[in-house]
């Protein structure tokens, strides 16, 4: 009885197209990214179809959306193109250092990630970081690495996002200011941006009056090494000043900490897609401030 033949596999060149297609939900951005014409990727979803005997795009009058067959599809095609891509790696590459760049806000990488790169190196000896410092958020807007660290409320659109940090709001300050009878009454040191919350501290601490003395600055930690220094009082971010609490170059003026939907999160376009060195730190992260973080 002759054998049945194996269904054959569709080419790669429309798979690539039906994912980036897929991912970027326009044919043109898909096309962009791979270097092809729009007519090339709109022919290779239209071979793919008719392979398949199945609409995978409802045609939109900006872009397309997957249909129910394309969107039960998409995830397999990531996960094979995600499995060659580390497995070509791993079997090719396997005594090769790997570079894994990643944008961090200054603060969490001079007080967070820093610190913990003995650990990445014990744990990853074959990767390095290359490591961008972002001051502010129009920055995330240039060109840059697949990984991001952004703080925020875990929303990032057309990012996937995995939290690092849950952030809880204290007033801090050197040492020597804590036995002022009104702390209030020391300046206060602000962040500009997102972390500008001493008005919603003072009201669920239920306490009135603000000082009319303020000095700002554009990160967290230029403020943090003011308030060091004595200049004034911090709305302290823990875990940012977890460790200065530990020396007591820092000391809580308050027991009463205000917990923010804010933190940092780990973010890239799609986990997919990552290489397999951005993976593996990716992991190494998430279980490495799963392990440090304040009980």
Do not use: M
């Given at each position: 009885m002759p054998r049945k033949s194996a269904p054959a596999l569709p080419p790669l060149d429309w798979l690539r197209s039906f994912e980036a297609a897929a991912r970027l939900s326009n044919f043109t951005a898909a096309a962009a990214e791979l270097g092809l014409t729009q007519a090339a990727v709109s022919q290779h979803i239209r071979l793919l179809e008719d392979r398949l005997k199945t609409r995978l795009f409802s045609r939109l009058a900006r872009g397309v959306a997957l249909s129910p067959e394309g969107a039960a599809y998409l995830p397999h095609i990531q996960s094979a193109f995600a499995t060659i891509s580390s497995s070509t790696t791993e079997l090719f590459e396997p005594r090769a250092v790997q570079t894994v760049s990643i944008r961090v806000p200054i603060s969490f990488a001079l007080l967070i990630l820093v610190p913990a790169l003995p650990d990445l190196a014990e744990a990853l000896p074959r990767i390095q970081l290359d490591l961008?410092?972002?001051?502010?958020?129009?920055d995330y807007d240039l060109p840059g690495s697949a990984l991001d660290i952004r703080f925020g409320n875990g929303s990032f659109p057309g990012r996937e996002a995995d939290r690092l940090t849950a952030e809880r709001l204290v007033p801090v300050a050197n040492p020597?200011?804590?036995?002022?009878?009104?702390w209030t009454a020391l300046p206060l040191l602000l962040v500009a941006g997102a972390r500008e919350m001493w008005a919603e501290w003072f009201a669920a601490a239920g306490l009135?009056?603000?000082?009319?003395?303020?000095?700002?600055f554009d990160s967290f930690v230029a403020a943090m090494e003011?308030?060091?220094?004595?200049?004034?009082?911090?709305?302290?971010?823990?875990?940012?000043?977890?460790?200065?609490?530990k020396s007591r170059s820092l000391t809580p003026l308050s027991d009463f900490e205000l917990s923010s939907s804010s933190g940092h999160f780990l973010t890239?376009?799609?986990?997919?897609?990552?290489?397999?060195?951005?993976?593996?730190?990716?992991?190494?992260?998430?279980?490495?401030l799963s392990r440090t973080a304040p009980a």
């Open positions: 961008v410092t972002i001051h502010r958020p129009t020597a200011l804590a036995g002022t009878a009104d009135a009056g603000h000082p009319q003395r303020s000095h700002r003011a308030a060091s220094a004595g200049a004034g009082v911090l709305l302290g971010s823990r875990p940012l000043v977890d460790a200065a609490l890239c376009a799609s986990t997919a897609r990552l290489t397999s060195a951005e993976q593996d730190f990716r992991q190494w992260l998430l279980g490495h």
